[in-house]
Every structure is written in C-alpha cells, then in structure tokens.
C-alpha cells in the first residue's frame, strides 16, 4: 500500500496545527448544521405541501440553499488538498474567499455527475428493456454488467477527484487516458486506500451513532463530519503525492 500508517496519521493531525484551525472548524461545522436543519426542514408531510402552496415555495427555498451549501462546504477541503500539494501556507484557507470555493465546489460536483453518468443510463436502460420485454428475470442476467459498470465508473470517479485537487481542473479530472494508465498500475493501492476510507467512515459513523445520544452530542456531529471531510481530502492529496513524487504528473506513468 503506497500509503502507510504514519500518512493516515498525518491527515488526521495536519488541520490541528493549523493557526486559524478551531475558527475554520467551527465556520465549516456550522454550515454543516445549518445544512442539516434545512434538510431536516424539507421533510414535510405531504399533505400538508399539497393543502398550502405557500409551504412549498418555502421547501424549494430551502432546497436550493442547502444544495447551495452543500457544493460550497465541499468545496473547502478540495482547496485545502490543493493548498497541500502544492505546500502553500496556511494549508487551511480563511472562508473569506467565497467564490473560489464555491467554484472548487461547483467543479467537484459536476466531474461525480459525468462520472454517474454511465452507472445511471446503464441502469436505466436495462429497465426499460426489462419493461418492454416484460421479462422480470432480465434485470438479475443484466445484474453482473450493471455492478461493473458502477464499480469501474467508481473507480474512475475516485481517481478524477485525486487528480482534480493538483490543479482543481476539470479537464484533468476528464483525461480517461491518464486515469487508465494510473489505475493500470496503482489499482490495488487505490482499492486499499478506499477500504480505508470506508473503514474511517464506518468509525465516524459509529461516533456519530453514540453521540446521538444527547442533545449536545448531536450538534458536535456536523463539526465531525466536516473534519472528516478535512481528513479525506487530505489522505487524497497524500496519495496524488506517491504516486507522481517526484517526476511531473504525466512522466511518472508514461
């Protein structure tokens, strides 16, 4: 694994000795919460939408902010990794810089919507084939192809958003020549950095469960999430490193 302990530690310790670090977190959890109220809020009854108009228009404003929010704090982390990699200081930016982080947000966003892409149009082909066949067996043959297309477009996805955070580019996260190649040679370093990740994930999630408990434990779980929102990215941008230290992004796989 091209990753080893020390650089898992790393991620978790590198936001910590930031200068502005608590004020960050605190900036980045509270929109995280405010999210999450919204999201909260957006779960009316149905009923109650369709008896009063009103209430809609204010569901669909609550919409749009939250989406808005959430391209906006995703955003942030990518910027970070960036900052990472290319050893600016601090690595965690004042949130003064709105647009920029907005636009690294927007960009993230719709690199994973191209890479859903095929996933999605795979799935709903076989669908409709299944329907107009009228053949309900169909969907389970096709099964096999469908989860490899998911998984390979996983893959794929997972390795654009590494590239992205050099450049924040969108043309870099879309150059399938270079990600094949990449993924040629580190595929098994890739995969076992996502069991990480979903082994930090699974971690956090129980963290989150336990803190469910109280009222208080429950306001900290927006603050965890976006740290660990900081950890991953940054676990990202240790892998980029590995894998193009120290020739340039193109000569080390070529």
Partial sequence: MLLNFDDIKKSFTFAIKEKDFALNLVIGGILYLITGCLQQVMKINKNILENTPEILVVVVIFILISLILNIFTNGYPLVCANNYLHKRKPVMPRW?????????????TIISILYYIPSLALIAISAMITLLLNQPNLIILLLPVNLVVIITSLFFMFMAMIIFLKRLSITDALDFSLISKILSQYLVDLFLLILVMLGISLLIGLLSFLLCITCVGI????????YSQLVFTNIMAQFYEKIFQPKSQKEEIE
């Fill in 219 to 226: 306001i900290l779980i927006p603050f965890i999430t976006f």
């Fill in 96 to 108: 003064s810089n709105i647009s920029g982080i907005m636009l690294t947000g927007l960009k993230a």
